[in-house]
């Protein structure tokens, strides 16, 4: 199949189960990539592009951005972790440019013949092969652990990308993912921050700015064990980020709230009212596969996520936790 080279904006098909079946390989992947099954119920559908994942940050290892091929994220299509345990990280999930067609601005709204009735044979295929993948063998305890895009990411985008590869901005403008001056702003964080980096090692502390903190400039806390707070939110109810003051105030000095991290990119929203989305209780390992489950729930909220501003533009767009004793309820609007 030829390379779409698609764009933020436009509009695209999923392919029939039958058709994606064909680019698997058998372990229900294409380039590395598996096809989830929480993706399935997508087929013959027409979404958005909302971002271009031609690079993500690594947070398996740590090893800073890679490149990913010929791969979007689609507008409303998150993992909703039905196969992976009831896994809440919400993932964007990535589709390979392979699972798509290209929708032709004036086409009909009734999808592409070979998209419109899939044979329940191929669809009985597609999802019996994307299911068993999704388990990996038991952990020596016998643990259950699973397999899903984000446990395999190191294997799908295996090539670094450094931060002075600067055709990576370019593809980010050029592609829709971020304007001219989102880009420059990543610029200057990152520049900033490596400059911060080396100044803690060679420079004097009397000569360091902010004490050496990166961009956004969130410090440790306080604590050593961390303070504690419930406010049994409940999807639905309206909260405001207290400020970074207030949250800083909560943390010990790795930046933790009982084993949670505050981070810059999360500071950005701090004094933003949000309406909670979930109450989240579960989330996979990345580096295990591991479903871990949360003594303390933390919540998710809506239009709340990391926007890649402290991360090279990345497009993954990952859904932030929050403590409850981060939050604080606001009364509905009259």
Same mark, same amino acid.
């Given at each position: 199949?030829?390379?779409?080279? +698609? /764009?933020?904006?436009?509009?695209v098909?999923?392919?029939?189960?039958a058709?994606?079946?064909a =680019?698997?390989?058998?372990?229900?992947?294409?380039? #590395?990539?598996?096809?989830?099954p929480?993706?399935?119920?997508?087929?013959?559908?027409?979404?958005?592009?909302h971002?271009?994942?031609?690079?993500?940050? %690594?947070?398996?290892?740590?090893?800073?951005?890679? /490149?990913?091929? /010929?791969?979007?994220?689609?507008?409303?299509?998150?993992?909703?972790?039905?196969?992976?345990?009831?896994?809440?990280?919400?993932?964007?999930?990535?589709?390979k440019?392979?699972?798509l067609?290209?929708?032709e601005?004036g086409?009909?709204?009734?999808?592409?013949?070979?998209?419109?009735?899939?044979?329940?044979?191929?669809? %009985?295929?597609?999802?019996?092969? *994307?299911?068993?993948?999704?388990?990996?063998?038991?952990?020596?305890?016998?643990?259950? +652990?699973?397999?899903?895009?984000? =446990?395999?990411?190191?294997?799908?985008?295996?090539?670094?990308?450094?931060?002075?590869?600067?055709?990576?901005y370019? *593809?980010?403008?050029?592609?829709?993912?971020?304007? *001219?001056?989102?880009?420059?702003?990543?610029?200057?964080?990152?520049l900033? #921050?490596?400059?911060?980096k080396?100044?803690?090692?060679?420079?004097?502390?009397r000569?360091?700015?902010?004490? !050496?903190m990166?961009?956004?400039?969130?410090?440790g !806390?306080?604590?050593?064990?961390?303070?504690?707070?419930?406010l049994?939110?409940?999807?639905?109810?309206?909260? @405001?980020?207290?400020?970074?003051?207030?949250?800083?105030?909560?943390?010990?000095?790795? /930046?933790? #709230?009982? &084993?949670?991290?505050?981070?810059?990119?999360?500071?950005r929203?701090?004094?933003?009212?949000?309406r909670?989305?979930?109450? *989240?209780?579960?989330?996979? %390992?990345?580096?295990? &596969?591991?479903?871990?489950?949360?003594?303390s729930?933390?919540?998710?909220?809506?239009?709340?996520?990391? %926007? &890649?501003?402290?991360?090279?533009?990345?497009?993954?767009?990952f859904?932030?936790?929050?403590?409850?004793?981060?939050?604080? @309820?606001?009364?509905?609007?009259?």
């Amino acid at each position: 199949m030829s390379q779409l080279d +698609l /764009r933020v904006g436009e509009v695209v098909e999923v392919r029939s189960e039958a058709e994606i079946l064909a =680019t698997l390989d058998g372990k229900g992947e294409l380039e #590395n990539l598996p096809f989830m099954p929480e993706m399935v119920r997508f087929c013959g559908q027409r979404l958005t592009v909302h971002k271009v994942a031609h690079k993500l940050c %690594d947070t398996i290892s740590g090893t800073g951005m890679r /490149r990913m091929d /010929r791969a979007v994220h689609l507008t409303g299509a998150r993992c909703d972790g039905s196969a992976h345990g009831g896994c809440q990280t919400a993932c964007s999930m990535y589709w390979k440019e392979a699972w798509l067609r290209r929708v032709e601005p004036g086409a009909s709204d009734v999808p592409a013949p070979e998209a419109s009735v899939p044979g329940p044979v191929s669809e %009985d295929r597609l999802l019996k092969l *994307v299911e068993a993948a999704a388990r990996k063998e038991p952990g020596a305890d016998g643990e259950e +652990l699973f397999s899903c895009q984000a =446990t395999e990411l190191l294997r799908a985008a295996p090539v670094c990308l450094p931060f002075r590869s600067l055709g990576q901005y370019a *593809v980010d403008v050029r592609s829709g993912n971020a304007g *001219v001056l989102a880009t420059l702003s990543t610029l200057f964080v990152g520049l900033f #921050n490596r400059y911060q980096k080396l100044s803690r090692r060679v420079l004097p502390r009397r000569l360091w700015i902010r004490r !050496g903190m990166e961009w956004g400039f969130v410090p440790g !806390g306080p604590h050593r064990k961390t303070p504690t707070g419930s406010l049994g939110l409940r999807p639905g109810e309206l909260v @405001r980020i207290r400020s970074k003051e207030e949250i800083v105030a909560t943390l010990n000095a790795d /930046r933790l #709230n009982r &084993g949670l991290g505050f981070e810059e990119e999360m500071a950005r929203h701090c004094g933003k009212v949000a309406r909670v989305q979930a109450r *989240v209780e579960r989330a996979l %390992d990345e580096k295990t &596969g591991r479903l871990l489950t949360m003594k303390s729930p933390c919540i998710s909220l809506e239009g709340i996520f990391c %926007d &890649g501003g402290h991360k090279q533009n990345c497009p993954r767009e990952f859904v932030p936790f929050w403590r409850e004793i981060w939050l604080e @309820r606001v009364e509905e609007p009259l």
